[in-house]
């Protein structure tokens, strides 16, 4: 079956680590995108790519950092330098402007 | 800016009762409204509005949108405890992205 895998469903963050959540589809989407989602809020965007070795920044994408070195994959990257990392990720793709986004299942992420 | 709004951001009603959700927007190039319906993972595609009137429908859930009046709302009959999950209106901006509201978040009771 065709879909988005986001792996792990539980990450924990140590204080100055860089963790790194995974999304991949096998769905043949151009597009793909990272949300984050905090309680009360709706989805916010962190980054985009249309296109593999091309990405383009989101609304708050300062703290984290992406790579789309293949079409299928899309890994996000929160660095250190994000100092309110704790929220729902969810990982999305596009097959192609003015059709629903798919989404995988999302990563929880969590402080130590 | 483009903008989002939902309305309630929280709803709590007994099994069987009918729901209404609300969504109003601003967007510079209108294109389309979508509704999710998110459980406690993946937010799910409900339906996609492009014409202003036209009432798209799945079972108990219908959907209807509005462009005069810049808004959309959903609405669930004889709701039951499987429903209870957060609404997400959201519209397309410019070619690629998405905006999104706040969310309804319906809870039904037994």
């Known amino acids: 079956d065709g879909g988005i895998t986001q792996s792990p469903k539980y990450l924990f963050r140590k204080e100055g680590q860089n963790v790194t959540l995974s999304c991949e589809q096998n769905?043949?989407?151009?597009?793909m995108y990272w949300y984050r989602q905090d309680p009360g809020q709706g989805l916010r965007l962190i980054y985009y790519?249309?296109?593999?070795?091309?990405?383009q920044k989101g609304d708050i994408a300062e703290g984290y950092s992406v790579s789309r070195e293949k079409k299928e994959s899309f890994p996000l990257t929160v660095t250190s330098a994000q100092k309110n990392p704790t929220a729902f990720y969810l990982c999305?793709?596009?097959?192609?402007?003015?059709?629903?986004?798919?989404f995988g299942d999302g990563t929880r992420l969590s402080i130590l | 800016e483009d903008k989002v709004v939902q309305s309630p951001l929280s709803l709590v009603v007994h099994e069987g009762d009918t729901v209404t959700l609300n969504c109003s927007y601003e967007?510079?190039?209108?294109?389309?409204l979508l509704w999710y319906k998110q459980e406690k993972k993946a937010p799910t595609f409900l339906f996609m509005l492009?014409?202003?009137?036209i009432e798209k429908k799945s079972g108990r859930l219908s959907s209807i949108l509005d462009k005069k009046e810049l808004s959309s709302i959903l609405n669930i009959t004889a709701t039951q405890t499987g429903d209870s999950a957060i609404y997400l209106c959201?519209?397309?901006?410019?070619?690629?992205?998405?905006?999104f509201g706040q969310g309804t978040r319906l809870t039904i009771n037994p």
């Open positions: 999305a793709s596009l097959l192609r402007p003015g059709q629903p986004q798919h």
């Open positions: 769905l043949n989407h151009d597009a």
């Open positions: 790519s249309q296109i593999v070795n091309d990405f």
């Open positions: 967007v510079t190039n209108f294109r389309s």
């Open positions: 492009t014409s202003s009137g």
């Open positions: 959201v519209l397309p901006q410019g070619a690629q992205k998405l905006v």
